[in-house]
Each structure stands twice: as C-alpha cells, then as structure tokens.
C-alpha cells in the first residue's frame, strides 16, 4: 500500500474541497471539428478552424516554406527569418511603431506587467481583467499599488484615480505613472470597454502623458474594426494606447500573440520580459499558420465572416430575449446590458444543469461558475461563430426556453404543466 505523503495529502484535501463546492475543473470530454455536437463553447468566431479556404492556403504556404518544423529556441538565440517578418507584417498591418510576438497571449499580458512598470508606478485594472494581468502586475515593481475599479464604471475609474493623484503628488508631477489595464471586449460578459471615456479621463487627470493605456484584443481580432485589427483601431485610438495584445488562437485558429507597442517599450521587453526570454519561441509552422490567417483579415474574407458572425448574434439575443418574457429571471436570464458580440452570457443559479441538458441534446455550451466569475454571477457562456446556421441558433433558444419551463415547473411541484411546456416547445422545433 502506497503511503501517502503530506504533500499528498494537502493536494488531495484542496481538491476535495473543490469538489464539495461544485467547483473543481476537469477537462472536457475530447472533441474535434467533426463532431455531431453544435459548438457554442469555442472561441472559433470566425469559424476559420473549418475554413477550408484557410487550410489550403497553410498547406500551400506550409510546403513552400523553408523551414517547418521547431524554432530553434528562445528569439534571443535564434531569431527566424519568418518570425521577423511576421512582426514587421503586423506592425504595418495594425499601424503600430512595433510589434513583438509572444507564444501566447498569457505571456505577452505576464511579459508586459511583470516588467514595464517602474518602481513608484501605479497598475489600474478593470475587475473583470484576464487572469495572466493580475500574474503579471503580481509579478511587477508595482505589486505593492495596484487598485481595481468596478467592471466599466466610469465613475469609479475616475474618482480612483482622482484619488490616487491626491495622495501621491508624483503622479501629478508626471514623475512616476499609472498603467490602466482593459479588455476590450470582455470574454466571460461580453461587454465592451469604454476606451474613449478611458482616454479621456487620463488625459484630464494626468495631463503630462504619465497615464498610459494597455488594450488586450484578444477576443475582439479580426471581428471589430477595419480589416478586423480590433476595436481600438475601430475608435481610432491607435495613437492613443500604450500597447495593444492581439491573439492569435482565437477568433484566427492559428498559435500566439503579438503586443503592439512602441521600438523603446519592444526592446525593454526583449531584455526584461521573462516569458519572452526564458523559451522557445513559437514553431514555423506555428508563423505560418498566422500569417495565413492575417491573409485572411487582409484580402476581406475575415470581414465577411464577422459580419454573419455578428447578425446570428442580434438574431440569437433578439429571439432569446423575446422568448424568455414569462421565465422568472430567477431561472434564466439575459444580463441588462447586452453587446452585439459572439460571447453571451445566459445567467442562471443552474449552470450545471442547464449545461447538462443541452448537451444531452447534442449542443455544447459549458457553465462558467465561481473562481473563474465572481461569486453570485454563475452563468452559461454561449459563444457564436459565422457559421452557426438559424436553424442551431433556434434550437440552442428551444432548448434553453424547454429547460427554464422545466425548472420553473419544478419549483411549483407541477409536473403535468412540466410535460405541457415540453410538448408546446417541442412543437416549435
């Protein structure tokens, strides 16, 4: 019989306790793009992953490339030809001064935060903020002042920093900065970031240029904005923003991230970013499968895909809104205030339940519950892509509307009006 170390024992007691609170995380059943289950789980916006355009173009790209396989190591030892060109494609495609590729976008956020900011500086972030920021900032000569302000409040934003700027005269004096921290479109919500309100309050409050603005794009590339290059270019901010983060393995079904930003802020990271220094960098299979996809956002294709993408999304809120009058909010709801974008949050108390029971009616939309949102804000993340057809997105509204008839049914004790509402939606699908 094995003995069981203390080590052991800790790690098991942690996921226990997990499990008690209906919160541990387990991978997925393993799927692929042929499966017969709808997908409303993946970040395939665009839906290039099934693009067979795409994929001819790769293979065609791939077989003609010099070099394929692995990279070599870090960019600081081996810098390929094809991942210094796709650098300089993207700082001309998103009309930057530099580009730097990362991996992925978790090392681009940890990279930037762990090292721009000074001693005496100050990181400012949205709550609702991606996870590799808080391990970044975490990580950084301002891990000792960092302040949240409420998702989106404008309000907040600016009475922290009107504080802040009380209590630390060097801000003022412009002798030290302030890093604000955004998402521009919000991958658990949906919602957006009010990046011209941001701006501005910066620039009246911090009038010296010390209040610098961070962008993370990563689930607004290739959907928002001219040729896809994200809502800051669509609001015509570029200028007005420190860096912006752009991944790739989302709405452009290739692997990594680049960071826009300035030469200066490029070549300090290239000397103190240690998620960019301390590993290989992304194979030249991986750059070309990047560069293809950006052929993509170039030549219109990607502009198209975002403009079914986002009509399925009105026509999904619109119908589901419509739909769900007579459902408690209590059961299922939509939040107030709804974006036309390709992430939906579906509010519930139930997210497992509901979850479940799409998924037994071969459609796959997962629950997102505590730590991953804050406590109390349970839901199910509905994510659209281009080619969901009306025809899923009325079954994905059906099932839901069939589910919440059930629940409400069941808190009544009514199991006759349960079959009812089965039968009456059945008859619509």
């Not at 210094?84 to 990362?102: G, K, T, V």
């Not at 990279?111 to 000074?118: A, E, N, T, V």
């Not at 896809?228 to 912006?244: D, I, N, Q, W």
């Not at 709804?338 to 497992?352: C, H, K, N």
Request: glycine share 6%.
């Amino acid at each position: 019989m094995t003995v069981k170390t203390s080590l052991d024992r800790q790690l098991t007691a942690a996921l226990a306790s997990r499990d008690d609170r209906l919160i541990r995380r387990r991978l997925p059943d393993p799927s692929s793009s042929t499966s017969t289950i709808i997908d409303f789980v993946s970040n395939d916006y665009l839906s290039l992953a099934t693009s067979p355009v795409l994929r001819k173009r790769f293979l065609e790209k791939l077989s003609r490339a010099p070099d394929i396989l692995g990279s070599g190591g870090s960019r600081l030892l081996v810098n390929g030809p094809a991942h210094s060109a796709l650098e300089a494609r993207l700082a001309d495609f998103f009309r930057a001064p530099a580009a730097l590729l990362f991996n992925s976008g978790f090392d681009a956020n940890v990279g930037f935060f762990s090292c721009i900011p000074q001693p005496g500086d100050v990181a400012i972030y949205d709550e609702y903020i991606h996870a590799s920021v808080h391990d970044g900032i975490r990580a950084s000569r301002a891990r000792d002042a960092q302040y949240f302000f409420p998702h989106n409040s404008m309000q907040a934003f600016r009475a922290l920093l009107l504080q802040l700027c009380l209590e630390r005269p060097c801000l003022g004096r412009g002798e030290t900065s302030v890093f604000v921290a955004v998402e521009s479109l919000y991958s658990m919500d949906g919602t957006f970031a009010p990046l011209q309100e941001i701006v501005d309050i910066l620039q009246e409050l911090l009038p010296r240029g010390n209040g610098y603005l961070v962008v993370d794009e990563a689930h607004s590339t290739g959907i928002y904005g001219p040729q896809g290059r994200g809502r800051v270019a669509m609001m015509g901010l570029e200028s007005k923003v420190l860096a912006r983060l752009h991944t790739f393995g989302k709405g452009l079904a290739a692997t990594g991230a680049v960071v826009l930003t300035t030469p200066l802020i490029r070549d300090y990271m290239l000397n103190y970013a240690r998620s960019l220094i301390y590993t290989t960098s992304l194979s030249f299979s991986n750059i070309v499968a990047a560069d293809s996809s950006f052929d993509m956002l170039v030549d219109g294709t990607a502009q198209k895909l975002s403009q079914k993408l986002l009509n399925n999304s009105l026509y999904f809120t619109g119908t589901l809104s419509s739909r769900l009058t007579h459902i408690p909010a209590d059961v299922i709801s939509l939040p107030p205030h709804l974006e036309t974008s390709p992430i939906i949050p579906i509010m519930t108390p139930y997210p497992r339940r509901l979850s479940a029971y799409l998924y037994a009616r071969n459609m796959n939309a997962r629950p997102i519950t505590w730590p991953t949102v804050p406590k109390g804000k349970d839901r199910v993340r509905v994510c659209l892509h281009a080619q969901n057809t009306k025809e899923e997105l009325d079954r994905l509204i059906n099932g839901m509307i069939t589910w919440a008839e059930e629940v409400v049914a069941e808190q009544r004790g009514d199991s006759s009006l349960s079959l009812q509402s089965i039968n009456l939606t059945a008859s619509k699908l």
